[in-house]
């Protein structure tokens, strides 16, 4: 199945950034809004620069190459001597208490996807055309390709932790929620094997950065034509780096990425007249900051609540009725099959709100938190805000495993994981092969 190796990784050197690693890397990029992705800039080493160096579309790659190896040539990056693979711990808070997941990074060979490689999202042609031409001018995976696998048993992560040197810790910092993650280096070569061999009956999942993947495959595919007969499938331009979690890891969750679109092309209330027709409509007034906040959480709840009984359901909340929360529920037996995106294009937004497939890809923008959802109506030029519900982790590979891809954006993987803590460069990463 899918093949994964140990590599020599990039990292900040923790001597030159003592006790600031967490100011040089970056979350998700949808995660950030311009005044954030301004912030990072700031600070000239943060990984975001390697990744938009600047503004002009035109010198964009070429920044990101002066960017990186500036870092290379100033100690700022450091290259391991040797390959290994990086075992990141991320302690967690549920309710009050700590708890430990654990991630491994290394390599995989890059294939097409199919049976041991699979997407679970659609993909955005001008992200991967984006990505390809930042690997192709860096030699560099920078962006961070997420795969879950199956281990019912937890074997494989039992078996790290009984490995873990944990005199080897390169390096530990705080992620974008605040979880202390502590990164190891794992360097005993009679493991590499062991653990390579026990992936080799798991298919991955990629469930956050296909775009960054596909990209990779493109890439691949170019080199190898143009090595032609020299082509050995040993070249480093055949892997991509990738961070494994365990999908039946508890601690795991599918975190919902709420809608909010920029224009109406009808009136709020004949929209509302429109839905109740088709679906149950309740509103919650707010009359204060603290009504509005109790609202807010109110509606969290109830969609909490219904997604337990298996009710599909949505918060809505219109820039031109301020002063109401409304619930939106419905009872198809359909949204049992689908997804909320998928819900929500195939029966709101298409028939009720009239938004083609160009209506959907450029007025929608994406908010990864309840209150920012929420915050883009109040405070920016958005109309309305549709709040979602998350996705349940083996529901999802089961719907990849009979060949179905979510929209763009649909969910995302909780705890986050950070840009920028070990990348892969093609001219100086080292392969175990």
Known sequence: ???????????????????????????????????????????NNNIINGILPDNTENLKFQGAVHKIYGWLLRDVF??????????????????????????ITGLIRVEEYGKNVKRCEK???????????LLKETQFNLEPIVCLYKDSSDEIIQKIKSHIDKEKVLF??????????????MDNKEFFKELE???????????????????????????KKSKGDKYTGKEAFNYV??????????????????????????????????????????????????????????????????????????GLYFKAIPNKY????????????????????KNILRPIFLMNDADIENEIRYAFSDNKAYNYIKEKDYSVAFILNGFNIYKL?????????????????????????????????????
Request: aromatic share 12%; hydrophobic share 35%.
């Open 1 to 43: 199945m899918a093949e994964i190796v140990a590599f020599s990784g990039i990292y900040y050197n923790s001597e030159k950034n003592s006790g600031r690693i967490s100011e040089l890397l970056c979350p998700n990029l949808n995660l950030l809004d311009e005044e954030e992705i301004k912030r990072l800039r700031e600070n």
């Open 78 to 103: 450091l290259i391991d001597k040797a390959p290994s693979f990086y075992i990141r711990e991320q302690r967690v808070i549920i309710g009050g208490i700590e708890y430990s997941r654990f991630g």
């Open 123 to 133: 993909m955005v042609n001008k992200e991967v055309e984006k990505q390809f031409l």
């Open 172 to 185: 530990e910092y705080k992620d974008y929620n605040g979880y202390k993650n502590i990164i190891y280096k």
């Open 197 to 223: 061999s026990m992936f080799v009956d798991k298919p991955l999942y990629v469930i956050e950065g296909q775009d960054a993947y596909e990209a990779g495959v493109k890439y691949r595919n170019e080199m």
């Open 241 to 314: 780096r990738v961070e494994l979690f365990n999908a039946f890891d508890r601690y795991l969750k599918l975190l919902p990425v709420n809608r909010v679109i920029k224009s109406l092309r009808k009136n709020p209330v004949d929209l509302i007249k429109s839905l109740t027709q088709k679906f149950k409509v309740a509103a919650l007034n707010i009359s204060d900051s603290n009504t509005e906040k109790l609202a807010r959480k109110k509606i969290r709840k109830l969609l909490d609540d219904n997604l337990a009984k298996g009710i599909l359901s949505y």
């Open 326 to 345: 409304f619930l939106l529920s419905s009872n198809y037996s359909e949204g049992l099959e689908l997804s909320d995106v998928e819900f929500l294009e």
């Open 397 to 433: 590979l089961d719907y990849c495993d009979r060949g179905n891809l979510l929209p763009v954006y649909s969910t995302l993987l909780s705890p986050y994981t950070m840009k920028g803590v070990i990348s892969y460069s093609h001219r100086y990463s080292k392969i175990s092969t």
